[in-house]
T-cell receptor, first 113, second 119 residues
């Protein structure tokens, strides 16, 4: 079956630090990959996505590149802000699985001023 | 953009009572909605897939008589937690996909979630 593994948190950074949250996956076919963000007290929001190998998703300064050879989709941001403090979920969906999302465990990011 | 409204955002109920959570797609139609549960410090767990006009499909280990799902229209799905107990306390989130979006990998739109506390 499909699965997503992401680094455990919490990740604590100072403002303007570089962020990497690792995400690796296993899938039987050719999934699309997503990063969702959950701000405190809110639901999930799609942050970015990539639908095929070597695609780079980007949004709000965050980036992630679909690496088929390493089955990874690591999330990066060059300079984090306090407002980026949230829980980040890596996820995949595959048409053979009815496009249902499989989520990683979530990584809590805390950015200190 | 597509908006999913979930209500209520918070509910506290007594053990043994039932709680209904609504999930509405406000500006699109959704033939399929998904219900997730999030345990503290854990990831989202898919509970069931709600299909408009037919019975929901439950994931293994989810009690269908406990978590009643009704998808009466293209814009509304409800989750009723029946005879709630403290162990049902959790964060419940619904999501929906635009029926007219791209067939392959349309994004899911999520509600803001409902935090249920059973005392």
């Amino acid at each position: 079956g499909n699965s997503v593994t992401q680094m455990e948190g919490p990740v604590t950074l100072s403002e303007e630090a570089f962020l990497t949250i690792n995400c690796t996956y296993t899938a039987t076919g050719y999934p699309s990959l997503f990063w969702y963000v959950q701000y405190p007290g809110e639901g999930l929001q799609l942050l970015l996505k990539a639908t095929k190998a070597d695609d780079k998703g980007s949004n709000k300064g965050f980036e992630a590149t679909y690496r088929k050879e390493t089955t990874s989709f690591h999330l990066e941001k060059g300079s984090v802000q306090v407002s980026d403090s949230a829980v980040y979920f890596c996820a995949l969906s595959e048409i053979n699985a009815g496009n249902m999302l499989t989520f990683g465990g979530g990584t809590r990011l805390m950015v200190k001023p | 953009g597509a908006v999913v409204s979930q209500h209520p955002s918070r509910v506290i109920c007594k053990s043994g009572t039932s709680v209904k959570i609504e999930c509405r797609s406000l500006d699109f139609q959704a033939t399929t909605m998904f219900w997730y549960r999030q345990f503290p410090k854990q990831s989202l767990m898919l509970m069931a897939t709600s299909n408009e006009g037919s019975k929901a499909t439950y994931e293994q280990g989810v009690e269908k008589d406990k978590f009643l799902i009704n998808h009466a229209s293209l814009t509304l799905s409800t989750l009723t937690v029946t005879s709630a107990h403290p162990e049902d306390s959790s964060f419940y989130i619904c999501s929906a996909r635009d029926r007219w979006g791209p067939r392959y990998n349309s994004p899911l739109h999520f509600g803001n979630g409902t935090r249920l506390t059973v005392t």
